[in-house]
C-alpha cells in the first residue's frame, strides 16, 4: 500500500485512478486476465477411428449419428469441432456430445451425400495455453448402390424401332425409418446394342425407363443388349445385359 503522502502526490499529478485500475484490471468476458501471456504449447490428436466403406444413406440418419468424432487436446481443455466448407455437401454435425451415455464425448455426424467427409478439431487456447494446431481427419462416403432388374428387350422388324425396359432402384428410408429398396425416379437409364447407345428413357414413378430405338442393319443379328445406368455424384453405377425376345 502507498504512503499516504505519495498518494497525495499522485493525486495532485492526477494519477491515482489510472493507477487503480492497472491494479484492478478486469478479466474480460470469457474469464481470461488481459495481463496473463500464454507461455504453454498444446497438441490436439482425434482419437477416434474414422469409418471406412459406409455410403451415406446407411444407418438411421433421422435420429442417431453415424459416426461420432473425437479429439483429445493435451491441456486438457475442451474441443471444438467443424466440417471444412469443401465436406458441406457430404456431411454436417448433428450435435456435440459431453460425456453421453450413449455416444461420449465427441461431434455427432451425419452424411448426406457422397464424397470426402473432413472434421476438423480446435482447442483455442486460454491464459496458459497457446492455441493448438487444427486437427484434421478425412474419410470417404461412398455412393449408395443401386439395382437394375425386369431388363427387357424385343426387337423391331427391319426398319422397324427395337422396344427397351427395365427398372431401376436404389436404397431409401420409408416409414418409420426403414431402409428398404425403393424405385428409383426420374433417372436416366440408356440401352446399348453392340456397345452403341440405342436409345435412354426416364424411369417413371415405379422406376421403370421405357425407349424406342432403330438398330443398324449389322446390329438385327445381335442378340444381347445392355441397359446402363451411369449414377450420378451421390449413386453408383449400376447395369444388366439381357437377351432380345423373339420377334
Known sequence: MLPHRL????????????????????????????????????????????????????????????????????SGLPVEYSIA????????????YTDDPLFGSGAGINFMGAGTCTVLADQPGNDQYLPAPQAVQSFQVEKVQTF???????????????????????????????????P?????????????????GTTDSNGIATCRGALLDSELPTKRFIAVYSGNRDYARTYKSALFTVR
Open 7 to 74: 498518494l497525495g502526490i499522485l493525486g495532485a499529478l492526477g494519477l491515482t485512478a489510472a493507477l487503480g485500475s492497472v491494479a484492478a484490471a478486469p478479466a474480460d468476458a470469457r474469464g481470461h486476465d488481459p495481463s496473463a501471456v500464454a507461455d504453454q504449447h498444446q497438441s490436439l490428436d482425434f482419437t477416434s477411428t474414422a469409418p471406412s466403406g459406409e455410403d451415406w444413406i446407411t444407418g438411421l440418419n433421422c435420429c442417431f449419428p453415424q459416426y461420432v468424432a473425437s479429439a483429445t487436446a493435451s
Open 148 to 182: 437394375m432388374d425386369r431388363v427387357r428387350g424385343k426387337q423391331g422388324l427391319p426398319g422397324h424401332p427395337a422396344w427397351f425396359t427395365a427398372r431401376l432402384e436404389t436404397w431409401d428410408f420409408i416409414a418409420s425409418n426403414w431402409l428398404s429398396v425403393v
Open 85 to 96: 466448407p469443401e465436406s458441406a455437401h457430404v456431411c454436417w454435425i448433428r450435435q456435440v
Open 184 to 200: 428409383f425416379i426420374g433417372q436416366p437409364v440408356t440401352f446399348k446394342v453392340a456397345g452403341r447407345p440405342v436409345c435412354t
